[in-house]
């Protein structure tokens, strides 16, 4: 990486996995084989951390899925004592549609003291906009964020068209489109999604390993500088790496500083 450009931003990182030590090596290659792609890291929180480190990283918006209802209280906590041990960790807990108490569950997330709630549908096979995801909605709506996966050319459970259906129908909520708003489906997201509502954020993760950097520059644009996160998705890419593809989209000094972390302090900490 230049060195000119290097250090130079404070950085934000808006969408970073982690799990419990004796899971993180399974966990990281099922995540890599759901998505047929081989894994960089290991979603342990010592390794998001030394990669993390590698480009001055700051804070971590830190998550993970409940893939059945079951896991729902110990991923929440999990998640809660790292937040403890890691004053950089940003974190969101997590429910699941199909969960037989969302009041609880949401009550958890809040007596834990994270931030929103993380909602991965492709993994725990739900429509995105389904009523039984509207309930969960309806409960956040207007105090806790939703970070959502969007997207995926092989299922239809968080296509843009449901993220704009959430975006429309929770106007008080407040919503972080993983993905550049629909992993694979790009084209989709940017006929559906860009600057179309005003609680929608969008990150940047799993998305500038798959385009050329003018490619992901003009959908940036699409979206607007000021509503985009920075996102490396850890385990998934390696945070160097990232980093010179995010700086290969060729933005402003002032652009780079909005989407690297001031975006992130507006959205989430009102800053």
Not at 109 to 138: C, M, T, W
Not at 160 to 178: G, H, S, T
């Amino acid at each position: 990486m230049n060195p000119e450009i290097f250090g130079k931003y404070e950085i934000f990182d808006a969408h970073a996995h982690i799990f419990p030590e004796k899971i993180a090596e399974n966990a990281t290659l099922n995540i890599g084989s759901f998505y047929d792609i081989p894994m960089t890291g290991c979603g342990m929180s010592s390794k998001l951390i030394q990669s993390g480190n590698r480009i001055g990283v700051s804070k971590y918006l830190v998550c993970s899925t409940a893939t059945a209802p079951h896991q729902i209280s110990n991923i929440n906590s999990f998640i809660a004592s790292e937040c403890t041990v890691h004053s950089e960790y940003y974190g969101f807990g997590t429910t699941h549609a199909d969960s037989d108490d969302l009041e609880g569950d949401i009550a958890q997330i809040k007596a834990l003291g994270l931030h929103g709630v993380k909602l991965h549908p492709d993994f725990q096979k739900f429509n995105a906009d389904s009523p039984e995801a509207f309930r969960i909605y309806e409960m956040i709506e207007g105090e806790l964020p939703l970070m959502i996966h969007c997207g995926d050319n092989r299922y239809d459970y968080s296509s843009p068209a449901r993220i704009a259906n959430i975006c429309r129908n929770f106007p008080k909520l407040k919503i972080q489109a993983a993905h550049l708003g629909g992993y694979r489906c790009w084209e989709q997201a940017a006929d559906l999604l860009p600057r179309r509502f005003e609680n929608l954020r969008i990150d940047i993760s799993s998305s500038l390993p798959f385009m050329p950097p003018q490619k992901a520059a003009e959908l940036i644009r699409l979206y607007g500088v000021e509503n985009t996160l920075y996102g490396c998705d850890y385990p998934m890419w390696d945070h160097t790496e990232e980093l010179e593809r995010f700086f290969a989209c060729g933005f402003s000094e002032e652009e780079n500083r909005l989407i690297l972390s001031e975006n992130f302090k507006r959205f989430y900490l009102n800053e």
